[in-house]
Structures are given as C-alpha cells and as structure tokens.
C-alpha cells in the first residue's frame, strides 16, 4: 500500500512561525539587543568618520591634525565601549536604549565640522563629555546584580568602572568647556587652548580605554575566561 502524503496543514497570511513563549521572548532580547546597538553605532561612526575626513584634509594645520587624532580616538573608544558593554550587560531593548547611542553618538558629529576653532571644537566636546556622563550613570542605575547572578565581586567591579569613568566624565566635560570659555575671552591664544582642550581630551581616552581594559580582563578571568589587557 502506497502511503499518501500529509497536506501541510493550511496557513493564513501574517500567521507567525514561532509562538511567543518565556524562553523565545528572552531568547529573542538577548539576539537583537547587542547586534542593534552596534549597528546604529557603526552608522553614525561612519558618517562621522566621513566628514572628520573630509575637513581634516581641506584644512591641514598643527591644531586642525590634534583636534582631529582626538575626534578619531573618540570615535573609536565609543565604539568600544558598546562593543564592550554588549558582552557584559543583556535586557530587553527599550525606547531609551534606542535613544542613547544617537544622542551619544550624535555628539561625536558637530566637532568635524570645528577642526581649527579651539572655541567652538571644545564646547561641542564639553557636552560630549556630559552626554557620556549622563549615559554612564544611567548604565550603572539599569545594570543591577541580577545581570551577574551570584557573582557579586564581578557586579562590583563593573559598578566601580562605571564610577571612576563617570566621575572622569564630569571633569573633562567641565576642563574642555572651560578651555572653550578661555578661547572665546583670550583671542590671542587660540591655538594654546585649542591644543590644550585636545590632550585633555587624548588623556581622557587614554584613562578611559586603559582602565576599560583592565576591569573587562578581571571580570572574564573571574567567569574563567582568558581575556588579557591590551591582547
């Protein structure tokens, strides 16, 4: 006897392929939520990328070249951070966590457009500054111990970095604002305030990357995972 074929039982148009339960729910906030965040990081990195470019090399110049190693730096160590933070800290995605990496970010842009103008260049990264510090604090009130389990030591030394970095934050956002400040009262010493709002700057990341670094590697050695500074 010939066996006859089931017929697929019949589909409605907008039918869903997989029911929502507990386990797809989180599932499914663990898969978008780091791959969403770098994705609209990388977008804005690269338009930012693009006009640092293009005014860096219409406009070549002592200043216009420091002020620019440190956009680019900065650029870099946001884009680290999220990639950092996508490893350590998982939740459901929200509308503030869309809102973030675009109003973060988005303060990268403004200052290619002031490479030169030691005024205008620093106060856009005062409040880049701030931004970040505000972004820091709000990590550090939404990543509560239940992201670590029962590892309380690692959830300390996170929160620790998120303090030491959000302090780092407020006074750099408060130095370069006030190397603006200085540039727009003292005309005649642009480019001294201009190059020292920018190794303000370049020491900040510095601070930020090494020290990034050395909590991530004490957070994955304590799961077991080799992961050294700087590797």
Not at 8 to 15: A, E, K, L, Y
Not at 57 to 66: A, H, I, S, Y
């Amino acid at each position: 006897m010939i066996p006859v074929r089931a017929e697929p039982p019949s589909t409605v148009r907008g039918d869903g392929i997989q029911a929502l339960t507990h386990d797809v729910l989180v599932r499914r906030s663990l898969e978008i939520s780091p791959g969403g965040f770098i994705t609209i990081v990388s977008i804005i990195q690269g338009v930012a990328l693009a006009l640092l470019a293009e005014n860096t090399f219409e406009k070549p110049g002592l200043l216009v070249v420091v002020q620019s190693i440190a956009t680019l730096l900065i650029f870099v160590t946001v884009f680290y951070w999220y990639l950092t933070m996508s490893v350590l800290l998982r939740w459901a995605p929200s509308f503030l966590d869309s809102f973030l990496p675009f109003a973060i970010a988005g303060l990268e842009i403004p200052p290619a457009f002031f490479l030169g103008d030691a005024r205008a260049w620093n106060l856009w990264l005062a409040l880049f500054w701030f931004g970040t510090m505000t972004g820091l604090m709000i990590t550090k009130k939404w990543s509560p111990q239940s992201h670590f389990g029962d590892h309380v030591e690692a959830h300390r030394t996170l929160h620790n970095l998120l303090r030491e970095l959000q302090t780092m934050a407020g006074i750099t956002a408060l130095a370069v604002g006030l190397c603006g400040v200085f540039a727009f009262l003292d005309w005649t010493n642009q480019l001294f305030w201009g190059l020292f709002g920018a190794i303000i700057v370049l020491f900040t990341v510095g601070i930020v990357v090494a020290r990034t670094e050395v909590c991530s590697s004490q957070i994955h050695e304590h799961f077991g995972v080799s992961r050294p500074p700087f590797n």
